[in-house]
């Protein structure tokens, strides 16, 4: 157990729907890392937050939007869902404001389906 | 813009040592080698993470040489357990910390 949490577990959806996941971190961990993991795609870094602010950007669709709050746990609000968007989504926490150095520990993910 | 490259796939039987060698030909000189490993519908887990030369811990080492520009992992006697895919990871200081998993190399013991 990585002491990150992630909800839901599963999530089946329609396309043109919208969908939040959440994360919390492990505690006093201050920054929150998304991805996204398809069969195609591999691992891909989405979106960085430290302590409220966003840190850093990687290949996050604008459909896709991220936001960590005060008490540090952090949502990715997916909207207009495609087929494609069908993947694994991981949170993952670490102490630091994402130096390479840092490890970071990942949540057990949430599987979307879009259907 | 730091990238790994790392062989798509490596078979191995159990109780054999295996190596899997990353290159990083544009590491930054303040960037570090992390190496994570996953299981299927599992998160990554931190492996180990070195700068130079040879790190070891209870898991696995990490071979470094002096030019930085590559990495060997090495899993000491693998077994069942040990197949997973294995991720390479050097930061980006270049474009503000974003980090790059790359494809993974997917290691299969068998019996």
């Given at each position: 157990d990585s002491g990150v949490t992630q909800t839901p577990k599963h999530l089946i959806t329609a396309t043109g729907q919208r969908v939040t996941l959440r994360c919390s971190p492990r505690s006093g961990?201050?920054?929150?890392?998304?991805?996204?993991?398809?069969?195609?795609?591999?691992?891909?870094?989405?979106?960085?937050?430290y302590?409220?602010?966003?840190?850093?950007?990687?290949?996050?669709?604008?459909?896709?939007?991220a936001q960590?709050?005060?008490?540090?746990?952090?949502?990715?609000?997916?909207?207009s869902?495609?087929?494609?968007?069908?993947?694994?989504?991981?949170?993952?926490?670490?102490?630091?404001?994402?130096?390479?150095?840092?490890?970071?520990?990942?949540?057990?993910?949430?599987?979307?389906?879009?259907? | 813009l730091a990238k790994t490259t790392q062989p798509i796939s490596m078979d191995s039987y159990e109780g054999q040592?295996?190596?899997?060698?990353?290159?990083?030909n544009n590491i930054a000189t303040n960037d570090y080698i992390t190496w994570y490993q996953q299981f299927p519908?599992?998160?990554?887990?931190?492996?180990?993470?070195?700068?130079?030369?040879?790190?070891?811990?209870?898991?696995a080492s990490l071979f470094i040489p002096a030019d930085r520009k590559s990495s060997t992992l090495s899993l000491p006697r693998v077994s069942l357990s040990d197949t997973a895919v294995y991720y390479c990871?050097?930061?980006?200081?270049s474009n503000d910390y974003k980090l790059s998993f790359?494809?993974?190399?997917?290691?299969?013991?068998r019996a």
């Open positions: 961990d201050l920054s929150v890392y998304w991805y996204q993991q398809s069969l195609d795609q591999g691992l891909q870094f989405l979106i960085h937050y302590n409220g602010e966003e840190r850093a950007k990687g290949n996050i669709l604008e459909r896709f939007s960590q709050f005060p008490d540090l746990h952090s949502e990715l609000n997916l909207s869902l495609e087929l494609g968007d069908s993947a694994l989504y991981f949170c993952a926490s670490s102490t630091l404001p994402g130096e390479v150095t840092d490890t970071q520990y990942f949540g057990p993910g949430t599987r979307l389906t879009v259907l | 040592e295996v190596n899997i060698t990353c290159s990083h519908s599992q998160g990554p887990r931190f492996i180990i993470q070195g700068y130079k030369t040879k790190v070891t811990n209870e898991v990871l050097v930061g980006d200081r790359g494809a993974g190399t997917t290691v299969t013991v």
